[in-house]
């Protein structure tokens, strides 16, 4: 007799006798998937450009992402929104960022509905969807789609990815991390990497190895049941992080600078098809440096970060390879929809320079060619967080204007590439059918022969926004079905509608043009205005895909068309109000899941606390103070917060207390007790006073004096001439009794873990006055992104 099954919900159909031999058993139906439903696979990069892969024109090797290429499609007119997270909750919900509440990154939120950081339950993510399919859902790699102050051991976890409908997470919750100290979690929990990097560990080999272990541990016991992996690189963002037998390679190659990449990179564009054939190279850019203008010095500097961006490029082409391996070695790669895309066009955050250590592009620290140039040989290591100069991001949109986080295209159009060889016949060929990031949804739907949930997990969906494309699968003349498509990123907007685009930078076209920087200008009613009236372009991108020609003033009837079309979208989608990124918006008070407090309490053994949520000890007085039963042989981290790239650590060696500010990466302060620390219980403080204000647009946080108690009696102090203004770390957070990951000085070897005797606790206090800039705050929020 067969197995009796089912509907969950539905009349019990077996039979109930007064004993087990009279009845007949019948059991609630598991949920599976269709016969034959297809794996799908996401795989997302960061700040890449149209101009960076192999199979777009690039001179970069990429050979199995081409090999993607060549077995699937290449969509040449996909579209982001020019910045990360609310290009990333498109992918996973269908709907605009907006309407996500993410006009921006989690941490820039204001509290207007567009503008929130936070994805509303009623927008479903596909994990979800494809969870009630009968699916396996795994996550893998860089998240950054949960509010900033959500991301702590104190949750809530439910918009973490095992909330969002994801069964496994391996990845990183924030916008960049460490490539070999990264911030890892597993699950819901925080992980240290597996390896350290004198064991030759790298986190794209990581996470590689994570999605591989995902999918291998659900096959082995359920082979016909389908997956879907999110599978998320920390690359191409910064830190640029390769080993230099990956970015050697590349000697010499990129010696003759962004303009000659940008001339070599259009003529392959054209010869490939993948731009159309009366394109235009669009102008060199007036914010960025012509070549030959520069010295011998940048010349080298420059072209070794674009080697090591390079290498980092190929590498991570080199580990998604054993990924695709993994799937067509166990016969899973045929049946699996794959999509590629970068998350926004190159990144521009390295500034005109670029940087051998991104903290100091967040402090307003400057530069030095000559720290730079002296860090040439081990740039792509560890030890640095390193980033290209910005003519080098937009040489990698080529043939477009700008770069990430602006409306042109160089921000918004992104390589997007399908492979689904039992689902499409079509080999190798380009699609020019207009996409956005929000029709991945609907297309992966269409695939599976499914119609977009009503409900999901009782809460009412919302409708999806985009549109599938699966129409143009096997059919290159099809036409396009997403009609509009309305683009704004931080004050500055765009609108596509069949063929046609306007743009409406702000500030300007360019920082130059402009004549203020990023986050400079203010977006007020009368700025608004003038714009409206005379700060449109208009292009016709059927015909001129790289926006080089302005025919506002020619087709003005259709330009108005096309701003009052901007204005209806913008009403429909929850663009308004408007937001620049100047003080007043950088100044707005945000929910906190604990009020501020001027007393924080640590402990050994708890988790990290991340940059967001841990106690702010910049430019003001403070104490730490560690209660400790000391034996004989007691020694190891107190409190650390921060890495190499700059922080603090407190901490007790060869029976002496210790404090050491790292600036930047550049100089530790160290000061030591002149005395033994006694046996017994016992407490040490470090109190910092401020002996002067902080230079902000200088870099530099208050000096101050920097003192060690040992039961209230003064044992050390010393001069803390330097200090960080503005963000202490980049990503590694405060631990309590250790130092994870890279170590905040030289003085000890990570984690320097505390041991004998007992560590009871670390109390913060910061009760002082906090001394603050405003502005300059509020630059260094807008460039993590």
Sequence with gaps: MSLKEYKPGTAFPGTIGRTWEQSSPAWPRPLRARDGAPNVLFIVLDDTGFGHLGCFGSPIRTPNLDRLARGGLRYTNMHTTALCSPTRSCILTGRNHHSNGMATITEVSLGYPGYNGTIPFENGFLSEMLLEQGYNTYAVGKWHLTPAEQTSAAGPYNRWPLGRGFERFYGFLGGDTHQYYPDLVHDNHPVLP?????????????????????????????????????????????PHHVRKEWSDRYEGQFDEGWDVY????????????????????????????????????????????????????????????????????????????????????????????????????????????????????????????????????????????????????????????????????????????????IDMVPTVLDCLGLEPPTALRGVTQSP????????????????????TQY?????????????????????GPSFAEAGVEFGEAKLDEERLRQLDAQGWELYHVAEDCSETRDVASRERGKLLEMIALWYVEAGRFKVLPLASPDRAVFAVERPQISPDRTRYVYRPHTSPAPENVAVHVLNRPHSITARVDVEDDTEGVLLSHGGLTGGYTFFIQDRRLHYVYNFVGEQEFHIESGMEIPEGSTELRFEFEPTGQPDLPAGK?????????????????????????????????????????????????????????????????????????????????????
């Design 194 to 238: 597996p390896q350290t990097p004198e064991e030759g560990y790298h986190l794209t080999e990581d996470l590689v190895e994570r999605a591989v272990d995902f999918i291998a541990d659900s096959k082995q016991v359920a082979p016909d049941k389908p997956f879907f992996l999110y599978f998320c690189t920390g690359a191409m963002h910064a």
């Design 262 to 437: 940008r001339r070599k990179v259009f003529r392959r564009q054209l010869e490939l098809g993948v731009i159309p054939p009366d394109t235009t190279l669009s102008a060199h850019d007036p914010d960025v440096a012509q070549w030959d203008s520069l010295s011998p010095d940048e010349k080298r500097l420059y072209a070794r970060m674009m080697e090591v961006f390079a290498g980092f490029l190929e590498h991570t082409d080199h580990h998604i390879g054993r990924l695709i391996q993994f799937l067509e070695e166990t016969g899973e790669l045929d049946n699996t929809l794959v999509m590629v895309i970068s998350d926004n066009g190159a990144s521009p955050e390295g500034g005109p320079h670029g940087s051998v250590n991104e903290l100091k592009f967040f402090n307003n620290t400057p530069e030095s060619l000559e720290q730079n140039l002296a860090a040439l040989e081990e740039l792509g290591g560890p030890k640095y967080f390193n980033h290209y100069s910005w003519g080098w991001a937009w040489a990698g949109d080529t043939p477009f204007r700008r770069w990430k986080r602006e409306v042109y295209r160089g921000g918004t159009a992104d390589p997007f590439i399908v492979h689904w060889p039992k689902g499409i016949r079509a080999r190798g060929e380009v699609r020019t059918q207009y996409c956005h990031a």
């Design 464 to 483: 999806i926004e985009g549109v599938s494309f699966k129409h143009s699968f096997n059919n290159t003349r099809a036409e396009s079905r997403h009609h």
């Design 487 to 507: 683009f704004e990123m931080f004050g500055s907007r765009a609108l596509y509608h069949d063929g046609w685009r306007a743009v409406c930078p702000f500030p």
């Design 701 to 785: 946080g208050a000096p101050g004096i920097g003192r060690l108690f040992i039961d209230g009696d003064l044992v050390a102090q010393s001069d803390i001439t330097a200090t960080m203004p503005l963000v202490i770390s980049l990503g590694e957070g405060l631990t309590c009794g250790r130092d994870e990951n890279s170590s905040v000085s030289k003085r000890y070897h990570p984690p320097f873990e505390f041991r004998g005797g007992r560590l009871r606790e670390v109390v913060v206090d910061v009760s002082g006055e906090h001394l603050h800039d405003e502005d300059a705050e509020r630059k260094t929020m807008m460039a993590r992104q």
